[in-house]
């Protein structure tokens, strides 16, 4: 039996700012902080409450963006 850290579920959400992606979070019962993500294909960061900080793993590109604008947010170049 482990009785280490249990993570009592998360959930997950889409975004769409032209690109669209799946964020996947974990969840704790007592400890969730807003942490940040970034979209894949942009750059935009946003917040949602979770348990740990969002790694590459979390974030699922669905559809690229279509809007055809290769600019990023903040003009941050975010390589992956
Ligand atoms: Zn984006």
């Known amino acids: 039996m482990n009785h280490g850290f249990t993570i009592s579920g998360g959930d997950s959400f889409e975004e769409n700012c032209g690109a669209k992606f799946k964020v996947n979070t974990t ?5 969730n ?3 940040e993500y ?3 294909e942009c ?3 946003s ?3 979770a348990s740990l900080p969002f790694r590459d793993r979390n974030i699922n590109l669905i559809l690229p ?3 055809g604008r290769t600019d990023r947010y903040n003009g941050e170049i975010l390589l992956i």
């Not at 969840?27 to 400890?31: D, E, G, M, S």
């Open 47 to 49: 917040t949602r409450r």
């Open 43 to 45: 750059g935009k960061t």
């Open 38 to 40: 970034n979209c894949p």
């Open 65 to 67: 963006r279509t809007d």
């Open 27 to 31: 969840k704790q019962k007592a400890h």
């Open 33 to 35: 902080d807003r942490e």
